[in-house]
């Protein structure tokens, strides 16, 4: 079945750095979503790209999706204190299937 | 309506017994799923519902598992002879359409003692 893999598992950043977390699929997306999960909360949609290639920003945040569609990366520049949290990808196979498949996420710790 | 609304947000129950949890989605939201998620993992699919139509299940879902949408408003999901792997978050989403935005709900923690 499909997966979905996330690296690294871990970030610590100092504030003001720059954080990147990669997504891969083993199979070819028809869309990918991420969301963000803040320390015992639940998950929180930030954006879904659909096009090979497709670039989208969101103030210090930036996402791109892979021209095989197969990968994604979520940029944060400038990290502060309000980015901590854990940031998942999740993606449809498409295919009539309904199922959102999650990587593992990336937990991301900022230090003031 | 203030989002989608899951309840209880805790149970605890013993080995064996069942159990039943609850999600309100957003009103007009026709398309609802279930997912559960275990520490440092993310949210697995469990199952879908377009309407009161359940249209899709996990392979991995075990026939403990059983979920009903009466009349495509809230939705039920109970685990039948529960097993201390059950334990883990419950999460409910809603959407608008197909393969949009989710929202979740709070969730329902489980532990089974």
């Known amino acids: 079945g499909q997966q979905v893999m996330q690296i690294p598992q871990y970030q610590h950043v100092q504030e003001g750095e720059d954080f990147t977390t990669y997504c891969n699929s083993s199979?070819?997306?028809?869309?990918i979503q991420w969301y963000k999960q803040r320390p015992g909360g639940h998950p929180v949609f930030l954006i879904q790209l659909v096009k090979s290639g497709e670039v989208k920003k969101q103030k210090r945040l930036t996402f791109q999706f892979g021209e095989a569609k197969k990968n994604s990366s979520l940029h944060i520049t400038a990290t502060q204190t309000t980015d901590v949290g854990t940031y998942f990808c999740a993606g449809y196979s498409g295919a009539g299937s309904y199922q959102l498949t999650f990587g593992k996420g990336t937990k991301l710790s900022v230090i003031p | 309506d203030t989002g989608v609304s899951q309840d209880p947000r805790h149970k605890i129950t013993k080995r064996g017994q069942n159990v039943t949890f609850r999600c309100d989605p957003i009103?007009?939201?026709?398309?609802l799923y279930w997912y559960r998620q275990t520490l440092g993992q993310g949210p697995e699919f469990l199952t879908y519902f377009q309407n009161e139509a359940q249209l899709e299940k996990s392979r991995l879902l075990s026939d403990r598992f059983s979920a009903e949408r009466p009349k495509g408003s809230f939705s039920t999901l109970e685990i039948q002879r529960t097993e201390q792997g059950d334990s883990a978050m419950y999460l409910c989403a809603s959407s608008l359409v197909d393969i949009s935005e989710a929202f979740f709900g709070q969730g329902t923690r489980l532990t089974v003692v």
């Open positions: 199979t070819t997306l028809s869309n």
């Open positions: 009103s007009e939201h026709n398309r």
